[in-house]
């Protein structure tokens, strides 16, 4: 039982695995590993132009291979980040970005999660303060007579009596 | 009608606004995207000339000063693109009615681009080598062929990417140069 329920977990596990591919097959030296490192990162986060829904390191298309080159180039140039971000925004617009920058347009974008896990948690605390409140509401709402009563049908004097009177109950119904 | 109710209409709006927006999505050219280079001159080059018998006279190597004075167009272009192509014989037509094309022979073998144009008839004033592609990366281009409108400034005032057509010139293109030539 226990084993069905690993390898079941196992499973689904690998299932939602996923791999991104690389198709990026030149060989690049750099001399330190940092600048490997940002290389990594700017073609894992730098969307194709020909191949929208690739980044730079899942393709093999010239324009992805020319764009990877001319990153080489330029870090080891010395390039700033901020510089080779620029360099390509100002060729290929905003859109070679999969990580899009925070301005006017793409506001909406990066304040919507924000925006609703505050939203959810506000009206999460609504909906549990308006619970308890009528909780609250049902428990005032009993008189003391009903507590009584309440009490009685909870914790009946004997059992046994109050058998036998369901049983003539149900018999002189039945009658 | 009762209050409550009317938050049962919730999902049915947020199906509503989604659908506008998908189906209006449906429409949209995805590879249709504004130049980054729009209204900024042409980026700095100096590549050589490809030899063809129609270049002017002695023209080894050019540069981006050469395209201005004139309203003029600058088409990239390659013998491994095959809508470029379909679009040359309608260059050769844009040429006979005196537009000015330059071109860009980008990441091409030199031979095959000069058989090319000796076959199939040279439109362009002249077109530059650019056999690793970094004039077309200064460009954006991202694929060929592509085609900018080039002001007497030598501002890139227009992009258009895909082949050059009857139905794209006179619809797009024609009324953009006509336009320039005004200023």
Redesign the interface.
């Known amino acids: 039982m226990c084993a069905t329920l690993i390898r079941l977990c196992t499973c689904l596990g690998l299932l939602l695995l996923s791999f991104s591919s690389f198709a990026a097959i030149e060989v690049h030296e750099f001399d330190n590993d940092v600048d490997r490192q940002r290389y990594q990162t700017f073609i894992d986060e730098m969307r194709c132009?020909?191949c929208?829904n690739q980044n730079l390191a899942g393709t093999n298309s010239?324009?992805a291979e020319?764009?990877r080159r001319?990153l080489v180039f330029m870090i080891k140039d010395g390039k700033s980040d901020k510089e080779i971000v620029d360099f390509m925004?100002?060729?290929?617009?905003e859109?070679i970005l999969y990580r899009p920058r925070l301005s006017p347009a793409t506001l909406l974008l990066w304040g919507a999660p924000v925006f609703l896990l505050v939203f959810g948690v506000i009206m999460l605390l609504l909906i549990v303060r308006k619970r308890r409140r009528l909780d609250v509401a049902v428990d005032a709402g009993l008189s003391s007579t009903e507590r009584e009563r309440l009490a009685s049908l909870l914790n009946p004097p004997s059992n046994k009596e109050t058998a036998k009177n369901a049983d003539k109950k149900s018999k002189q119904e039945k009658q | 009608m009762n209050k409550q109710r009317l938050f049962l209409f919730i999902p049915l709006a947020i199906f509503v606004l989604l659908g506008v927006l998908f189906w209006r999505g449906l429409s949209l050219d995805?590879n249709e995207?504004?130049?980054?280079?729009l209204n900024k001159p042409v980026p700095a080059f100096d590549l050589p000339v490809l030899p063809a018998p129609e270049n002017p006279q002695g023209l080894v190597s050019a540069n981006q000063d050469m395209l201005k004075g004139k309203v003029s167009l600058l088409n990239v272009w390659a013998t491994w693109c095959t809508t470029c192509r379909q679009e040359h014989e309608f260059l050769n037509t844009l040429k006979a009615q005196g537009i000015l094309i330059y071109g860009i022979n980008y990441?091409d073998n030199a031979e095959d681009a000069q058989r090319w144009l000796a076959e199939l008839h040279n439109p362009y004033v002249f077109s530059v080598v650019d056999e690793?592609?970094?004039l077309?990366?200064?460009?954006?281009?991202?694929?060929a062929p592509e085609t900018y409108v080039i002001d007497k400034q030598g501002v890139i005032r227009y992009k258009h990417i895909g082949d050059v057509n009857q139905n794209v010139w006179t619809k797009v293109l024609d009324p953009i140069i006509k336009e320039l030539q005004t200023q």
């Open positions: 132009p020909k929208q010239p324009i020319d764009l001319e925004v100002e060729r290929y617009g859109f | 995805p995207m504004p130049s980054a280079l990441k690793e592609g970094r077309g990366l200064n460009l954006g281009v991202f694929g």
